[in-house]
């Protein structure tokens, strides 16, 4: 298994209030994923990283904020947290587009 | 706009038969592709890929077909047995890039 560890696991906040969660790897793998799932949507990206300070936008990116300032760790911020961002997130790390590893998940419910 | 697509939100699948779950995709720059399948409460872990230059893909009982004219994939699973019962996840990559683009899933019940 890939050595990717999620917290929290499970959240529950209220609206209004900010909220991080943070990925940690072991493995040293140069990219860096945060996906939301929802019913329906599948799995989509809101933010990636290439490497230490470098991070990018994915197309559902509006109210987070990412921070990579070391190789393992890649933190995902909601500002102020709102009801649609209820859902529930994983990390994901590749060194490529030929593999993507995922974490377990945290599942987050605003209030 | 999705450029990756499972039409099929769900299949079901008597125990011992064949699963066929579907996918297709507009971008033509996609040259590798992966399945995933998902249980409830736990990460989604891959499964089987292939690469454009190739039409087949077999591991066990999971093989993938691809139809570049067509941009279509396929995911057989033969036989079919209860444990394959999960949300299957279809993505697609472009080396030329850094990101892969997910299927919403098909849910899948294999019947015992």
């Known amino acids: 298994d890939a050595g990717i560890t999620q917290s929290p696991r499970h959240k529950v906040t209220e609206t209004g209030t900010p909220v991080t969660l943070r990925c940690h790897q072991t493995?040293?793998?140069?990219?860096m994923y945060w996906y939301r799932q929802d019913p329906g949507h599948g799995l989509r990206l809101i933010h990636y990283?290439?490497?230490?300070?470098?991070?990018d936008k994915g197309e559902v990116s509006d109210g987070y904020s990412v921070s990579r300032s070391k190789t393992e760790d890649f933190l995902l911020t909601l500002e102020s947290a709102t009801s649609s961002q209820t859902s529930v997130y994983f990390c994901?790390?590749?060194?490529?587009?030929?593999?993507?590893?995922f974490g377990e998940g945290s599942r987050l419910t605003v209030l | 706009d999705q450029q990756v697509k499972q039409n099929s939100p769900s299949l079901s699948v008597q125990e011992g038969r064949i699963s066929i779950l579907n996918c297709d995709y507009t971008?033509?720059?996609?040259?590798?592709f992966l399945w995933y399948k998902k249980y409830p409460a736990e990460g989604p872990t891959f499964l089987i890929s292939?690469?454009?230059?190739?039409d087949k893909n077999e591991d066990g009982r999971f093989t993938v077909f691809l139809n570049k004219s067509a941009k279509h994939l396929s995911l057989h699973i033969v036989p079919s047995q209860p444990g394959d019962s999960a949300v299957y996840f279809c993505?697609?990559?472009?080396?030329?890039?850094?990101?892969?683009?997910f299927g919403t899933g098909t849910s899948l019940t294999v019947i015992p």
């Open positions: 994901a790390i590749s060194q490529g587009v030929r593999e993507l590893f």
């Open positions: 971008n033509s720059m996609f040259d590798y």
């Open positions: 292939i690469s454009s230059i190739k």
């Open positions: 493995e040293n793998h140069r990219y």
């Open positions: 990283s290439y490497g230490v300070k470098d991070t």
């Open positions: 993505a697609a990559s472009a080396n030329s890039g850094n990101q892969f683009y």
